[in-house]
């Protein structure tokens, strides 16, 4: 009985001065390595996004942590007698970035 075996997979080592760039370019397009390459060399259109977010965490986490504080601003506000229409649209807009946030970074809201 005779199993057939795997092909050899391609390796692509990218020169030292453009490994960096490389990496940058393959993280910004959100594809598998072997999905960007392949977009790359033949131009087509790959079959679906990698799993992980095509977005820069520090700058969501940041917008996070920023509407939080605002979230805590506002029920500030709200306790000072502002308007508390207003405030409550402002509070369920927050929590609409929040989710959004979250999502893009890959979490359950």
Not at 87 to 104: N, Y
């Amino acid at each position: 009985m005779t199993e057939k075996k795997r092909e050899a997979p391609i390796s692509y080592r990218p020169p030292e001065a453009l490994r960096e760039e490389f990496h940058a370019r393959v993280e910004k397009s959100g594809l598998s390595v072997s999905a960007f390459i392949t977009a790359s060399l033949f131009g087509s259109v790959p079959p679906r996004l990698s799993r992980r977010p095509a977005v820069d965490q520090r700058t969501v986490a940041r917008l996070l942590a920023e509407t939080a504080l605002l979230n805590a601003r506002l029920k500030d506000l709200g306790e000072a007698g502002a308007d508390v229409a207003l405030l409550g649209e402002a509070v369920r807009d927050l929590h609409e970035i929040r989710a959004a946030c979250l999502l893009a970074l890959g979490r359950v809201p």
